[in-house]
């Protein structure tokens, strides 16, 4: 494992922090964990001037925004593998897909989280068949794409775009009411596969 100074700032809940767990596990770093309260940022407010999360301090170095953080680990960490790719067809589908994941699934995974429509109040029963049919409609496009790639930017390895999609799709697994269907299977071989690939050098088991 790394010797790293990382210190991550984050929440279970957090989709976009789960994306930085997510890359941290692939680049199999070690770090520091500081879980705060999402309605007490005040230790992060403290440490860098703004209260986002995922935060990470690396040093002298501090950085917040989901995506940047992984720029970042991946310029620092990676060895053979990154999440960023260098070849350009790949590298503008990884970014595609990781702005796919947080505007369109963004909205989704927070909703399902809170059980709240757009406007903050709670979901009746119509509200949430209602919701739960745009998941489905959502993890249909998703297994469409699945069905053709084995991962987010094509067929050699995963990348930012598989870290992205997975991490919010987890949050809506693991932590709320709502489901994605089984009969979507090739959405979820292609999500074991992210998680066997990021478990094979934690030594951690895959997530389901």
Same mark, same amino acid.
């Given at each position: ?11 279970? $809940? ?8 997510? %890359? ?11 879980? #705060?309260?999402? /309605? ?8 860098? /001037? ?18 940047? +953080? +992984?720029? !970042? ?16 067809? &790949? ?20 909703? %399902?989280?809170?059980?709240?429509? $757009? *406007?903050?109040?709670?979901? *009746? ?15 249909? +496009? ?5 069905? !053709?790639?084995?991962?987010? %930017? /094509? ?16 949050? #809506? ?6 489901? +994605? ?18 478990? &094979?050098?934690?030594?951690?088991? %895959?997530?389901?």
């Amino acid at each position: 494992m790394s010797q790293t100074e990382l210190t991550l700032f984050h929440f279970q $809940r957090c989709p976009f922090c789960e994306k930085v767990r997510r %890359a941290l596990r692939f680049f199999n770093c070690g770090y520091e964990s500081r879980e #705060i309260d999402p /309605g007490d940022r005040s230790e992060v407010l403290r440490v860098s /001037g703004q209260e986002s999360v995922p935060l990470v301090v690396d040093g002298d170095t501090t950085l917040a925004g989901s995506t940047r +953080i +992984i720029e !970042y680990l991946d310029e620092r960490f990676a060895g053979t593998e990154h999440l960023i790719p260098a070849e350009g067809r &790949r590298r503008s589908a990884a970014y595609l897909m990781d702005r796919y994941a947080e505007r369109a699934w963004g909205t989704l995974t927070a909703r %399902a989280l809170k059980k709240r429509d $757009r *406007d903050g109040r709670p979901l *009746d029963a119509e509200g949430v068949d209602s919701l739960q049919r745009k998941i489905d409609s959502e993890t249909g +496009i998703l297994d469409e794409y699945f069905r !053709y790639h084995r991962f987010a %930017a /094509g067929d050699e390895g995963l990348s930012l775009g598989d870290i992205s999609v997975s991490a919010f799709l987890s949050r #809506i697994l693991a932590l709320s009411d709502f489901t +994605i269907p089984g009969r979507f299977e090739a959405l979820y071989n292609w999500y074991d596969r992210v998680d066997a690939r990021m478990a &094979r050098d934690s030594g951690q088991p %895959a997530e389901r």
